[in-house]
């Protein structure tokens, strides 16, 4: 295959979303093509709830909540082969971290001096169940949205000089990686209203890419969290004739 024949629409959605709370990552996975699934660390199931496609399971914050999540990734990953689902969402990386301590510590009871997780113990069994479990759901045939948390890193002085997806150790570069579109997500407040956008390129220590928009920034450098908007900003560059692919309803 040539990468000069790639087409939009030979493409699914391969999107990681990075975002404080309330910049709008759930809502741009609400609008994605449905059936949708969502697996709901963050128990933000409410921003779905306009829509009568959107099917989910919630993990409780305990080892009992990962040994849920390794039942249901095999469930949900045999319903992605038969077609039920055309978007599967993660939502949040940040809170499934959690989860994944809980069984850390539940597979090794033992605790640092201050009671808590041992750095190169624990840490290093949450990065082993995330990165299997993420590789997984990673190469599902469907659409994927992953919403992640920032790790922002400070100076001396308190400012902010780095700014990377919160997962565990190196999982935060290669995690990335394996995604087409990282957007970060911010709101943007003029006077008494508030808008939710995306950055497609990397903004300040905030980083962001867009494969779709590539090295001529085809698109937008900022899109509303909406995907119909990111839908329709593609469908006028194959208009355009400025990217290969063909119009289609989602």
């Known amino acids: 295959m040539k990468a000069s024949d790639a087409t939009v629409e030979s493409e699914r959605l391969k999107a990681m979303l990075i975002g404080p709370f309330g910049s709008g990552k759930s809502t741009f996975a609400s609008t994605c093509p449905g059936p949708i699934y969502v697996f709901d660390f963050d128990e933000h199931i409410l921003g779905y709830r306009e829509r009568d496609d959107v099917y989910y399971d919630q993990f409780p914050m305990s080892a009992q909540g990962w040994v849920k999540l390794e039942k249901v990734i095999r469930e949900v990953a045999l319903d992605v082969k038969a077609g039920k689902y055309a978007t599967v969402v993660v939502d949040s990386i940040t809170a499934m971290q959690d989860i994944a301590m809980q069984r850390a510590l539940q597979i090794d009871p033992k605790k640092g001096d201050d009671e808590g997780p041992i750095w190169n113990v624990h840490f290093n069994i949450v990065k082993n169940l995330m990165e299997a479990k993420l590789r997984m759901i990673i ?90 908007e990111l839908k329709k900003a593609l469908d006028k560059l194959i208009e355009d004739g400025k990217l290969k692919g063909e119009k289609k309803n989602d």
């Not at 970060?184 to 209203?193: L, P, R």
């Not at 990397?202 to 900022?222: C, E, H």
Request: charged share 20%.
């Open 139 to 228: 190469s599902w045939p469907c659409n994927l949205v992953f919403s992640c948390h920032w790790d922002f890193k400070k100076d001396k002085q308190g400012n902010i000089i780095s700014a990377d997806p919160k997962i565990q150790g190196d999982l935060s570069v290669k995690i990335p990686g394996l995604f087409n579109e990282i957007y970060a997500c911010e709101t943007v407040t003029v006077g008494n209203v508030t808008k939710f956008h995306m950055n497609l390129v990397t903004k300040g220590v905030y980083k962001a890419r867009s494969l779709y928009s590539g090295k001529f920034r085809l698109l937008p450098d900022k899109l509303p969290n909406d995907y119909n």
